[in-house]
């Protein structure tokens, strides 16, 4: 049982790190060429369509890293520890899971947040029939700029979380 949880933690992790690959590699250069609304639409139609997958796999990691945990026999109030800090293993452990938390903190500020805000910048730039006004138009780009700084906090976060998920294996780092 132990070998099918961590096999459903890793395709989990394999699809939320794949997504902001794909997304950071292959969808954001391609958009680039595009206009700036014609970008803004296209983002928000995968978002909307990626968004349940994306954060089901949240939902699964955090369910089978406790089950993980559980198996490991280290009890959540262990990982807060000063004794736990000493060991490389615990130090790797705490660091990959405050990494984690980032990113969760991350995607939802990126996913609730900033790309509510810019649907309704979209919304608002669109009733102006074609004259919306210059602040508008630099909020809408600030705001599209956050959420690819976001994103892409987000890539550098699950590869710093992959180095410590592979340091696990090792013993710590």
Known sequence: MRQVVLFI?????MFWVGELLLLALVVGPY??????EERSR???GIGRRSLPFAWGAIVV????GLMN????????SELVQPAFFHSAFGLDLDLKLLAVGAMIAVS???DFVVAKKNAQLRRQVAESHGSPPTDLIALQ???RTLAT????LNLLLALVVLFLAAGLVVGGI
């Open 9 to 13: 933690h890793l395709a989990a992790a």
């Open 31 to 36: 958009t680039r060429t595009l206009a700036p």
């Open 42 to 44: 296209l983002f928000a």
């Open 61 to 64: 990691l955090v369910i089978t």
């Open 69 to 76: 945990l559980a198996y490991m026999q280290i009890p959540l």
């Open 108 to 110: 939802a500020v990126h």
């Open 141 to 143: 780009a600030r705001t």
């Open 149 to 152: 700084r976001l994103g892409q």
